[in-house]
């Protein structure tokens, strides 16, 4: 009787002394590498050409897009459009080629031409090549960046896109055809981007900074970019290969 009171007691003593606080549950699992239940299109009810599972990757190739899918006027970038987010924390794996652009999309609401005229954008991007693949001059030039042939910190992955640059002393980013992994933790009082397990980036939304940014940049003709507290989770089609997997979310 003794020996079962003393094991009952340090059950207890096991399950009142643990301070985890994530639960199996919290996460929600936008891909598991079988089901592309919940993606679709932005602004559609299906997924648009070119993406695909494969080997248990979520995968947009070029080449998959066949000559009747050339007809196809929607939008492919991609969300998950069975549930949306306010305050949250989201995991995801990611690998792009040389010359690769992308990113992750996040309060996405539909109605607009891309998610990209609202949406914040955790940048992915291949830093090491892309500005000697792609003429960036024109591009830059319009935005007021100085050396436009070059990649601008505010374009480099794991920038929240055109609004702020990461802190390089931190980033550790792999190569193009390397999986890097990615975490945003979202909440009214700060924006966390963290990249292959360091936290590269934090900010204030809404905060006057950052409506400072948003109002004498890339921004200024977009009103309601950045404005929605809650919405979809969404990747970006660049017009290069890219590879997602084991994407997972919990709220906050």
């Known amino acids: 009787m003794i020996k079962k009171a003393l094991i009952l007691n340090l059950i207890i003593l096991f399950f009142c002394c643990d301070n985890s606080h994530e639960k199996p549950d919290d996460w929600i699992v936008l891909f ?70 992308s990113g992750i999309f996040y309060h996405i609401k539909e109605g607009y031409d891309s998610p990209s005229e609202v949406s914040p954008e955790y940048q992915l991007i291949d830093d090491q090549n892309y500005e000697d693949i792609h003429d960036l001059v024109k591009y830059n030039k319009s935005l007021g960046f100085e050396n436009p042939s070059k990649l601008n910190p505010l374009q480099q992955t794991a920038s929240d896109y055109a609004m702020y640059s990461v802190d390089p002393l931190q980033k550790t980013l792999n190569p193009a055809g390397s999986w890097n992994s990615s975490k945003i933790i979202f909440t009214l009082e700060k924006v966390e981007y963290w990249l292959n397990g360091n936290k590269v980036l934090s900010f204030v939304p809404w905060s006057e900074d950052w409506k400072s940014k948003k109002n004498s940049g890339k921004w200024d003709n977009f009103p309601d970019y950045g404005k929605f507290k809650i919405g979809y989770i969404g990747f970006q089609d660049h017009g290069s290969d890219l590879w997602f997997r084991n994407i997972k979310i919990k709220k906050l």
């Open 32 to 101: 598991d590498g079988t089901s592309m239940d919940g993606w679709r299109a932005y602004n559609g009810k299906n997924l648009p050409p070119g993406w695909k599972i494969i080997d248990k990757v979520l995968t947009f190739k070029t080449e998959q897009i066949l000559e009747e899918d050339y007809e196809y006027k929607g939008s492919k970038d991609i969300i998950f459009g069975d549930q949306e987010f306010k305050n949250f924390e989201l995991y995801v794996e990611w690998k792009i080629p040389i010359g690769g652009n």
